[in-house]
């Protein structure tokens, strides 16, 4: 099994674009996180999900938005890119409301 | 907001030592504990979870948890160079509109000298 994939590994955007973070599970798993990671720090939750489409904001959701029309995708989309979203960002899922998170391999972006 | 407190770091210890990793939480409702340990440029991955206060062992891990206190401890046995990483703490918050979410802190870093 896959577990969670993340797409793209890295990326560089400039300040106004936008794009959008993939995440994919194999696990049949409802629940679903997007955390970022900024240096030296721990992770804070942007947005999450608790089955299709239900998604709610966490504790840094601006200039963020996702969507989950199925159980396996859960995107993150970043409209207008500015130098504070500069960070590393990790998808998770879990089979438990909070218990067992598997997390992606992450996406680190750059935005100059 | 629920907060989530590590002892500030890093933390440096000799090979074979014991390390000994803190946290403190806000959430006074939390039932559910965890030590994810996380390498330079990798994703987090959970090495102990814990529910009851009291101390739980897995190897050379061993979890504390005291619900009073409001804190939870990690320590490594006989720490090994391999042990270091950033050590993330994690509560599950409480409350039916929280879904369980996981509030983490803001890391440790532990370096193991041989």
């Known amino acids: 099994n896959a577990g969670v994939t993340q797409t793209p590994k890295f990326r560089i955007l400039k300040i106004g674009q936008s794009m959008t973070l993939q995440c994919t599970q194999d696990m049949n798993h409802n629940y679903m996180y997007w955390y970022r990671q900024d240096p030296g720090m721990g992770l804070k939750l942007i947005y999450y999900s608790v089955g299709a489409g239900i998604t709610d904001k966490g504790e840094v959701p601006n200039g963020y938005n996702v969507s989950r029309s199925t159980t396996e995708d859960f995107p993150l989309r970043l409209e207008l890119a500015a130098p504070s979203q500069t960070s590393v960002y990790f998808c998770?899922?879990?089979?438990?409301?909070?218990?067992?998170?598997?997390f992606g391999s992450g996406t680190r972006l750059t935005v100059v | 907001q629920k907060e989530v407190e590590q002892n500030s770091g890093p933390l440096s210890v000799p090979e074979g030592a014991i390390a000994s990793l803190n946290c403190t939480y806000s959430?006074?409702?939390?039932?559910?504990f965890f030590w994810y340990r996380q390498y330079s440029g990798k994703s987090p991955e959970l090495i102990m979870s814990?529910?009851?206060?009291g101390d739980k062992e897995d190897g050379r891990f061993t979890a504390q948890l005291n619900k009073a206190s409001q804190y939870v401890s990690l320590l490594i046995r006989d720490s090994q160079p391999s042990d270091s990483a950033t050590y993330l703490c994690?509560?599950?918050?409480?409350?039916?509109?929280?879904?369980?979410?996981?509030?983490f802190g803001q890391g440790t870093i532990l370096t193991v000298h041989p």
């Open positions: 814990i529910y009851s206060n």
């Open positions: 998770a899922s879990s089979f438990r409301q909070g218990m067992d998170y598997t």
């Open positions: 994690a509560v599950r918050e409480s409350g039916g509109t929280s879904y369980g979410k996981l509030t």
């Open positions: 959430d006074r409702g939390s039932q559910s």
